[in-house]
């Protein structure tokens, strides 16, 4: 009997301990309207100034508008086309050091050294999949098909 109140008192301090311990919930983190977008951008959110790549990809109203003009089985089809084609352009671009801005929407304006502005607003559902160059001096669009030929031409 004592024997067995010896081999007992292991198991039932481990399972005292493992009860007593303190677990931690992980925290919510819930986003403030005060928190600035997290955006890798050359300057400011608004005016780029530095070369760079601007990769875009639509938001969930240009999703939704894709979507409705292709029907829904081609639209999966061509999201994931895209996505890999992002994927591997973003690849070739950080392989080269390129700058890579993602911005979530709005209007982004690009200022030359030579004082040439452009601008793009890319809430537009015109724009869904969409990548430009800017050499720092002019915005190119670009076919993400092809990136290494498009770096190539506006980079070098």
């Known amino acids: ?19 007593c311990q303190e677990r931690k919930i992980p925290e919510e983190k819930i986003p403030t309207d005060a928190a600035p977008p997290v955006q890798a951008v050359a300057e400011s959110a608004s ?7 601007i990769l875009h990809t639509p ?13 829904e089985e081609a639209f999966y089809t061509i999201n994931e086309d895209y996505q890999n084609y992002m994927t591997d352009a973003r690849a070739f671009l950080e392989e080269k050091g390129v700058k890579i801005i993602e911005p979530a929407g709005g209007n982004i304006s690009f200022h030359s050294a030579k004082g040439s502005a452009a601008t793009l607003n890319l809430s537009d ?32």
Request: proline share 3%; with cysteine.
């Open 59 to 71: 938001d969930s109203i240009q999703l939704e508008h894709l979507k409705k003009d292709n029907g």
């Open 125 to 156: 559902v015109k724009y869904n999949w969409e990548m430009w160059l800017f050499d720092g001096d002019k915005l190119h669009k670009v076919d993400i098909m092809d990136i290494e030929k498009e770096y190539k031409k506006y980079m070098k």
């Open 47 to 53: 005016q780029i100034t530095r070369p760079c790549a």
């Open 1 to 19: 009997m004592k024997t067995m109140k010896k081999h007992l008192i292991l198991p039932l301090a481990l399972i005292t301990f493992y009860a």
